[in-house]
């Protein structure tokens, strides 16, 4: 293949299609990615170092026994790469021979500076080499990644971006939905990063700004490269350091490896588990942006959590959500993570990706966290996204936009966006995504949060914390009762073993008397014929006898508290930004005037409703249209019954 420039799409074709046709039969085609990701990252990397390698290989030479450490300083000092390679060997010259394949390509990887090495450790090289040569694969694959065309002249920086996602996919693909919650689509990251950098348009000019930018879920660190591209766009001369971690090895190694070839540090992304351990504890950062995966058990982080989580003012102490579903942990973690407002008003600001569950999940855990988030102003908007976005579910999805200093106009407020409608539809589905967001569509978005209390309603609501946050009061109805002495009633009475046909007689004369006295006369008479009433029988005979009657006076218990009627408690929500008594008057008592509420026994909690706050009925259609489609449809019936009984 000779060295001209072709699309990213090309390309990706090419590395996927071509070398599926050498690991056919070899390994499973669900791991053909775990080969494909490693051969393609090791021949953009030789790429770009081949115009310096030869100087490189002598330089370093000539520095004798450096530590590492120093080499890569001195490397980094005199040809500005923050990797390189010493090794004699490339992937050309190891397959133009077929001997000693295996040991050629070893020796080659090893070849690369140290601060790259565990991006091989990741990948699982040496046990994918191995397996390649056991099959006598290994030589064809090495001969046909040498002749790819990967460097910088040939694919840019973002189109080798688009090929690791092509490729990337279409490895999470062969190995299910699960996977591809490690990568988030491009167009999502778009739109999250101008929302987020659109409050800060006017802090990001000048030559000296310095931005950090960080994503605790960083995967192939698409998010971070994606977001460093659009501050370099609003400010060429803009200072941007990136930050990441990643559980998943391959995705950890796939990012490092981008990070690096876009000119980052060998070290802003790290490996670990989030939840265990924050790699990057006790700093905050400018922007933070993760797609965390949707509904993870924590049972495994478990123990180190809850250990956290006892500690006051911590990223988990605020609460704590089913272990079940771990989204709202991250959401809490990256909130921790912003910069403090600072004296000259700058701030940090997230961009965070859920399910609709931590929108308003009502355990204790969740509706803790979603208070502190309320009353620290943390939250500035909310965004959903539309259905089948992304390649691993077609769930809706939506964007929390935190702000630790929000623009004055938007302090107190939360902004909610109903980006549902905004999409295009893709010309070839990529497992659950169907649908993209294109630039007009993302510019509509991003129209309403700058508009935000002036944008069309229909896709926009500006609310305050007080909207989302309630009061679960109830609400009863006070029975009336009047006194209905019954056989049947006597008879369930008689089951008693403290209540005889004495009693019965006793309480015969009290059939027709007002109820409410009942339970203080009962007793008194049936203690004057030598009987005795305990209080469970006491309790057991006025209820046996009550029977419901609007003309009687609302009825009390022995204690005095009002008796609700039977299977009319409710609770009614009132949202703290109303007035119980008012909303009361209009919600309730116009159906039922008798209504009561015991505001004592209300609960109070929160949640974000965005489907009911943006949902708009459709109007039933008109009984004369609907009669004329029913006689239309029966004349049919008729001349068809017509043409039947005519044959």
């Known amino acids: 293949m000779t060295q001209t420039t072709v699309s990213a799409g090309t390309t990706a074709r090419i590395v996927w299609d071509t070398a599926d046709k050498f690991l056919r039969n070899v390994v499973e085609p669900q791991e053909y990615g775990d080969y494909i990701l490693p051969f393609t990252v090791l021949r953009r990397l030789e790429c770009l170092l081949a115009d310096t390698k030869p100087e490189v290989i002598e330089f370093v030479r000539d520095l004798g026994e450096l530590p590492p450490h120093l080499i890569d300083v001195a490397v980094k000092d005199r040809f500005k790469l923050s990797f390189y390679n010493v090794s004699d060997l490339d992937l050309a010259t190891i397959a133009s021979v077929d001997d000693n394949v295996e040991k050629s390509l070893m020796s080659y990887i090893a070849g690369f500076s140290n601060n790259i090495a565990d991006i091989w450790t990741a990948f699982e090289i040496p046990k994918l080499v191995a397996k390649l040569a056991s099959a006598n694969r290994l030589h064809a694959v090495v001969k046909h990644f040498s002749t790819l065309p990967l460097g910088a002249k040939q694919v840019s920086d973002t189109a080798m971006g688009d090929i690791f996602e092509d490729v990337m996919y279409r490895a999470f693909d062969k190995k ?3 996977a591809g919650a490690f990568y988030t689509p491009r167009d999502a990251i778009k739109l999250m990063v101008d929302v987020l950098f659109a409050a800060d348009e006017d802090s990001l000019v000048g030559e000296s700004t310095l931005r950090s930018i960080y994503d605790p879920t960083a995967g192939s660190a698409g998010m971070l490269l994606v977001a460093q591209a659009a501050l370099r766009d609003l400010n060429p001369d803009i200072k941007v350091t990136l930050f990441g971690q990643e559980l998943m090895p391959s995705a950890y190694a796939l990012g490092k490896a981008d990070l690096l070839i876009q000119g980052g540090r060998p070290d802003a992304i790290r490996m670990g588990d989030t939840l265990i351990k ?13 797609n965390p995966p949707f509904g993870g058990d924590w049972g495994v982080q478990e123990a180190e959590v809850r250990k956290q989580a006892k500690v006051d003012g911590s990223r988990f102490s605020h609460g704590l959500p089913s272990k079940s579903d771990g989204q709202m942990l991250f959401l809490a973690h990256c909130a921790s993570k912003l910069t403090p407002a600072g004296k000259q008003g700058h701030g940090g600001r997230a961009a965070v990706v859920s399910n609709a569950s931590p929108l308003f999940t009502s355990d204790k855990g969740p509706n803790a966290i979603r208070q502190w988030l309320f009353d620290e102003d943390l939250i500035d908007a909310v965004i959903a996204l539309p259905t089948q976005m992304f390649y691993g579910t077609g769930i809706a999805t939506y964007v929390w936009i935190l702000d630790t200093n929000k623009d004055a106009e938007r302090k107190g407020k939360i902004q909610l966006i109903d980006g549902s409608g905004q999409w295009e539809p893709m010309r070839k589905a990529m497992g659950d995504k ?17 508009a935000f209390d002036h944008a069309d309603p229909a896709i926009s609501r500006v609310m305050t914390p007080e909207d989302f946050q309630f009061l ?17 009633a006597i008879d369930e009475l008689l089951q008693r073993r403290d209540f005889t046909d004495a009693h019965a007689e006793v309480l015969r004369s009290f059939d027709g008397l007002p109820w409410n006295s009942l339970a203080s006369h009962y007793p008194q008479v049936a203690k004057e014929a030598g009987l005795k009433t305990p209080l469970a029988q006491i309790d057991a005979v006025v209820k046996a006898v009550g029977l419901p009657d609007e003309s009687a006076p609302p009825a009390v218990d022995r204690k005095g508290a009002a008796v609700i009627a039977e299977g009319w408690k409710i609770t009614e929500r009132v949202a703290l930004s109303e007035d119980l008594d008012e909303h009361m008057q209009h919600e309730v008592l116009p159906f039922a005037p008798d209504a009561q509420w015991d505001e004592r026994g209300a609960k109070a909690g929160n949640e974000i409703p965005f489907t009911r706050l943006f949902y708009v009925p459709e109007e039933p259609r008109d009984l004369a249209e609907i009669d004329a489609d029913v006689k239309r449809v029966m004349g049919e019936l008729a001349v068809m019954f017509e043409a039947v009984s005519g044959e």
């Not at 679960?472 to 049947?488: F, G, N, S």
């Open 176 to 178: 299910g939905k699960g």
């Open 278 to 290: 924050d790699e990057y504890e006790g700093q905050t950062f400018d922007y933070v942006l993760s």
């Open 434 to 450: 169907r649908r993209y967001i294109s630039e007009t569509k993302r510019e509509t978005i991003l129209r309403a949060y700058q």
């Open 472 to 488: 679960d009061v109830p609400v009863y109805k006070q029975a009336r009762l009047a006194t209905a002495v019954t056989d049947e």
